[in-house]
């Protein structure tokens, strides 16, 4: 149970759909909102500001990826795609324009409340910013960051890392799961990006790897998408 009352806004056109989860949704305590067009959505997001938008991407009007668009220019809200198609390439272009996860139909309620509860656990634990992160420390699955050691354990062990891998390792830990180009990497993580290359991202990657290793040979968090980057998962 979300310990206040969170507000939830469910965008989804089938009503035996919407049905659902707004039962589910209610039922764990959110304060649930429904709509059933694009743009309805978007004006609800200006005007109430959600917590969190479930949105499904085949709507009557205009789909769920351009109401996604259109709320990131203003908000933060989190959002969770839901789809009727399979696949990777669903996924990787939600989450570049901005949506956190996605779930494909058909689904189970409980499975959507636990990625919603997981989404709003992650993006309420933002990451600190430079100034403000002594003695901070982000967890995530078996990973620890001690962000003003520059130190990142794995379960108690530390992984010694350089700068660009603990860099990369604080990028992941902040959006588990969001596949990041090699170029947003550099971008996030290079003080000059423009110095560094897809293979000085490859290669600290292949560092950083082999580094959690060295304590878990099975262990493998980070995930290649081939063409595309890398993505980071904590629970393998
Ligand atoms: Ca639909």
């Known amino acids: 149970m979300p310990s206040k009352k969170l507000s939830v806004l469910i965008v989804e056109d089938e009503p035996a759909i919407a049905e659902t989860l707004i039962y589910a949704l209610e039922s764990e305590g959110y304060q649930v909102a429904h709509v059933g067009t694009g743009a309805e959505a978007i004006e609800h997001v200006e005007t109430h500001v959600p917590h969190f938008v479930v949105l499904d991407i085949g709507l009557p009007d205009i789909t769920g990826f351009e109401v996604c668009r259109e709320i990131r220019k203003t908000a933060e809200v989190p959002i969770l795609f839901l789809t009727a198609r399979e696949g990777e390439i669903d996924r990787v ?15 189970s309620p409980r499975e959507l409340t636990a990625r919603i509860q997981a989404i709003l656990r ?16 982000i967890l995530s699955g078996r990973l620890s960051l001690l962000l ?3 130190e990142a354990r794995l379960d108690d062990k530390n992984l010694d890392l350089a700068r660009y891998e603990f860099g990369m390792l604080k990028v992941f830990l902040a959006h588990p799961g969001r596949v990041y180009t090699r170029d947003q990497l550099m971008e996030l993580v ?5 110095s560094a290359s897809d293979r000085t991202v490859d290669a600290h990657i292949k560092t950083l790897r082999k580094k959690i290793h060295e304590v878990d040979e099975s262990f493998e968090p980070i995930r290649t998408h081939r063409g595309i980057g890398y993505s980071f998962h904590a629970e393998v």
């Open 190 to 194: 290079w003080d000059e990006p423009d």
């Open 93 to 107: 272009v939600g989450l570049e324009i901005g949506g956190d996860d996605y779930v494909v139909k058909p689904f």
């Open 122 to 137: 992650r993006t309420q634990r933002k990451l600190p910013s430079r100034e403000n992160s002594e003695g901070e420390t």
């Open 148 to 150: 003003d050691r520059y």
